[in-house]
Nanobody, 119 residues
Framework: QVQLVESGGGLVQAGGSLRLSCAAS????????MGWYRQAPGKQRLLVAV???????KYADSVKGRFTISGDTTKNAVYLQMNTLKPEDTGVYYC?????????????WGQGTQVTVSS
């Protein structure tokens, strides 16, 4: 089994910054990609940013220029630096990992961390 443990959420005023962290542990052969998704109340879970094992990144249009995703392969970790936060960034942020476990492709989710941006 693989576990994703997230940290770094909280309450911040608009214009502020937060940094989310996610570390994967368990019987991991390799990681193809790790990313962050956001789910606002009553809405679908949507991609915020993703980082592939080759170093490619993809961002939602709404966060481009404000958020930066990075990773540490030695720790099977991914980070999301969020700057110039807006109230619409509020939601539960979930870490996602696309990986190989025991020779099989698997997808895992973290438990989620709340980010609240006040106006």
């Amino acid at each position: 089994q693989v576990q994703l443990v997230e940290s770094g959420g909280g309450l911040v005023q608009a214009g502020g910054s937060l940094r989310l962290s996610c570390a994967a542990s368990g019987s991991i052969d390799s990681i193809n990609a790790m990313g962050w998704y956001r789910q606002a109340p009553g809405k679908q879970r949507l991609l915020v940013a993703v980082l592939s094992s080759s170093g490619r990144t993809k961002y939602a249009d709404s966060v481009k220029g404000r958020f930066t995703i990075s990773g540490d392969t030695t720790k099977n970790a991914v980070y999301l630096q969020m700057n110039t936060l807006k109230p619409e960034d509020t939601g539960v942020y979930y870490c996602n990992a696309d990986l190989i476990e025991g020779g099989w492709a698997q997808e895992y989710w973290g438990q989620g961390t709340q980010v609240t941006v006040s106006s």
